[in-house]
């Protein structure tokens, strides 16, 4: 395990003063645990839209939040000028975080504008009039041209998704504001205990064929790169990244086991006890000519049996979904070169590379909130 760094200790009043905006979500619950536990700061202020008592949230994670010595928690709506105004008039931080980018897939153009670039330009903004010695903007990786060959963060942007789309279009626009002291980050798929939208997906619809018989199949083939970061090293690299990056940094975060749909469905299909496979190019291709209609199809059929096998264990409400959308079914590689913040950090390695024991790791954890059926 990468060891934390002495300068990182500080006491007392020297320790910084940090704000975490969309604090609820995956990330940043994880990136809330991980400065509680490390005693990183003097203060930390949580703004989210989301409460934390409805965000499903585990023990661990509630503990973190109800240190109230460090934690104060807003519940802000971060596209409102007065919100953002007043949040940053209350303190002046060393550090700001911007989690709340929108992560789910599906929604409109204007939710992405709204969740991903107003709230990013508004607190960018605040922060550059506000003295912020860092504003770290985690981004998403989909931002590159879809290729095999792994992206590095001068290769060429591309978004391929809506998501992707508007994140960096946050980025261009927060690159302009001068007195901004900004470092991007852009993660692969993020995974991890708590995870819903990046393999959670694929997990779901994996116990739903172990409940049907039937044989799970993806499109295109098994060849097709899906790289990932774990939350625990995403964090890490956020934090690190405050402290030492210089600013107008960009770094990838992702791992180097070069994660494919081959290799991902062949763990699913050893945890769950299912057969996998793939459709192949020429029905993939055939496919690609209506994939919202394939993406329909799919999820008519995984959605209520998901349903009623959440039912026979007794499971009224739960936030995971087999739901894939159509995006996320065409031939593009999310492939990365999470390298470069181990070559100029102290950073140096991620601590947990991809495997099935993790990812059966993140199935028991939802296992033991009671959100997933005890299928393991």
């Known amino acids: 395990m990468s060891e934390v760094k002495d300068t990182e200790k500080k006491e007392g009043s020297d320790k910084p003063k940090v704000l975490v905006l969309g604090g609820c979500g995956f990330i940043g619950r994880n990136f809330i645990k991980y400065l509680v536990d490390n005693k990183f700061c003097s203060k930390i202020r949580v ?6 008592e409805t965000s499903y949230m585990s023990d661990a994670h509630k503990a973190s939040f109800d240190n109230k010595d460090v934690i104060e928690f807003t519940q802000a709506d971060l596209s409102k000028d007065a919100t953002v105004e007043k949040l940053f008039s209350k303190d002046k931080f060393d550090y700001v975080f911007n989690c709340c980018g929108e992560t789910r897939f599906g929604l409109s153009q204007d939710d992405y504008k709204v969740k991903s670039f107003d709230t990013a330009v508004k607190t960018g903004t605040a922060a550059s009039k506000n003295g912020v010695k860092k504003f770290v903007e985690i981004s998403t990786a989909q931002v590159y041209e879809p290729t095999p060959k792994p992206s590095k963060e001068d290769d060429k942007l591309a978004p391929w998704t809506i998501q992707a789309t508007y994140r960096l279009k946050a980025e261009e626009e927060l690159k302009k504001l001068k007195d901004l002291n900004l470092v991007i980050l852009r993660p692969a798929i993020v995974y991890g205990p708590g995870d819903l939208v990046g393999l959670t997906p694929r997990i779901v619809c994996a116990a739903v064929y172990g409940k049907t018989k039937k044989t799970m199949k993806f499109l295109w083939g098994e060849e097709l790169r899906l790289d ?6 995403l ?9 030492e990056a210089k600013p107008g940094s960009v770094y990838n975060v ?11 469905n062949g763990w699913l299909g050893s945890i769950f006890s ?3 496979d793939f459709f192949g190019s020429i029905t993939s291709n055939l496919a690609k000519m209506n994939l919202a209609g394939v993406a329909e199809e799919a ?6 049996s998901w349903s009623t ?3 026979e264990h007794k499971i009224a409400n739960t936030p995971l979904s087999p739901y894939i959308d159509k995006e996320l079914l065409s031939n593009n590689s999310l492939c990365v070169d999470g390298s ?26 939802f296992i033991d909130q009671k959100l997933f059926p005890a299928v393991l």
């Open 299 to 304: 999820n008519n059929d995984h959605v209520p």
């Open 254 to 264: 992702a791992d180097a086991v070069d994660l494919t749909q081959g290799k991902l």
């Open 235 to 243: 964090v890490r690299a956020m934090w690190i990244a405050a402290n």
């Open 309 to 311: 096998l959440c039912q």
């Open 228 to 233: 990932v970061v774990h939350v625990d090293d």
């Open 47 to 52: 703004a989210d839209k989301a409460r934390p």
């Open 274 to 276: 299912i057969k996998t």
């Open 340 to 365: 470069k913040i181990c070559k100029e950090t102290s950073f140096k390695q991620y601590d947990k590379p991809v495997t099935d024991k993790l990812i059966k790791e993140q199935v028991q954890f």
